[in-house]
């Protein structure tokens, strides 16, 4: 029987709203048993960090030198990851030698695929001395350089999910983050792409015109006009036309096309935008999925919600009526993919990123 290792996954999102941590037993194979979990907010200040390093990164070029605001970003983030980990083993009456490994999937500040380069800032090394636990970060790049599309990588957890929850039938699970992503598992396939925008542009609009960091519960989407000729517009894109794998930048879909509109009009639009894309993933599953099951921050939105029920006919429903933990799916994944890695076994699939043949990656830092 493949050995349980007790892991601590990390995910800090591209919604940039704090850190999830969550404990998992697992063999990185078929078995993960959950264990206590907790969210960290980011400060007004790590935020403010995290968004200048977002900007700065698109005007470096791969192997020229880092920016100070990107290092400077780096070390509060780590020391954050850092943070959450005491927290969470205090939460869970925890030493540090009681856990073999961290998974840290840091904070992606640029995606270019096509270029075979994805830049997610974290120290591992520093995570690692910090927290007294071996560490593995830097998940995408192998997938990348070998050419695949390095996201999305919590496929592989979903279908374990999907198989211990003893699911029938073809299932699609959606991830709301920042951006949004599927997974399409039947007994034969698991099958994963990028759908296009989840949070990030309703978030940037909410905040830009409200100065708040998420629509919450999707008050203010609620309150707009959805602009049909505008929503249609945005729609025309050719990234949804493309089967998948595919991937995106979380800037790759911003605001521009709906600024002329009022902030109510322009959430509404935008929320709007983000269901109709998921919906459209329909068009490249091999056929029809049974029930869609989604976590991720989205799954809080109502207006969005309710968007999304109104374009897919079939049920949708959220991860916890599965008594999946939505807010930290993601979180177990990269503890889940951290065992896979120390083990050597694959973290993506030609299915899931485009990847040439089954790719492990991740880099490995030890606290001795």
Not at 200 to 224: Q, Y
Not at 314 to 330: H, M, Q, T
Request: aromatic share 6%.
């Amino acid at each position: 029987m493949p050995k349980v290792l007790k892991a601590i996954g990390l995910m800090s999102g591209t919604s940039l709203d704090g850190i999830d941590a969550a404990l998992l037993d697992t063999d990185g194979e078929n078995l993960a048993h959950p264990g206590p979990a907790l969210t960290i907010p980011y400060d007004a200040q790590t935020r403010a960090q995290l968004r200048a390093a977002l900007e700065d990164a698109r005007s470096v070029a791969e192997g020229a030198p880092v920016p100070w605001s990107i290092r400077d970003a780096e070390q509060s983030l780590t020391q954050a990851h850092a943070a959450a980990v005491h927290q969470l083993l205090s939460k869970a009456g925890l030493a540090p030698r009681d856990v073999a490994l961290i998974g840290f999937h840091g904070q992606t500040i640029l995606h270019r695929p096509a270029e075979r380069w994805t830049w997610q800032i974290g120290d591992g090394q520093m995570l690692a001395g910090l927290t007294g636990i071996d560490t593995v970060n830097d998940f995408r790049s192998a997938d990348v350089k070998a050419g695949g599309q390095g996201a999305p990588l919590v496929p592989l957890y979903h279908a374990a999910l999907a198989k211990s929850a003893g699911a029938t039938g073809p299932i699609a699970i959606v991830n709301i983050g920042g951006v949004a992503n599927v997974t399409f598992v039947d007994d034969e396939t698991v099958l994963a792409f990028d759908t296009g925008p989840g949070n990030a542009p309703i978030d940037d609009w909410v905040m830009r015109h409200a100065g708040k960091p998420i629509d919450e519960d999707g008050r203010i989407a609620a309150t707009g006009k959805v602009e049909a000729a505008v929503l249609e517009r945005m729609l025309q894109h050719d990234f949804f036309t493309r089967p998948g794998p595919k991937s995106l930048d979380r800037l790759d879909f911003g605001m521009v096309d709906v600024e002329h509109l009022s902030p109510e009009d322009g959430a509404a639009t935008l929320t709007a935008f983000t269901a109709a894309t998921i919906a459209r993933a329909r068009e490249h599953f091999p056929g029809p999925a049974d029930t869609w099951i989604v976590c991720g921050g989205g799954r809080h939105n109502t207006t969005l919600m309710k968007a999304l029920r109104a374009h897919l006919n079939a049920p949708v429903i959220a991860a916890e009526d599965k008594s999946w933990r939505g807010d930290f799916i993601e979180a177990e994944a990269f503890a889940y993919l951290a065992v896979r890695s120390l083990k050597g076994l694959p973290l993506s699939l030609p299915a899931t990123t485009g990847v040439p043949q089954p790719m492990t990656g991740g880099r490995l830092s030890r606290t001795t």
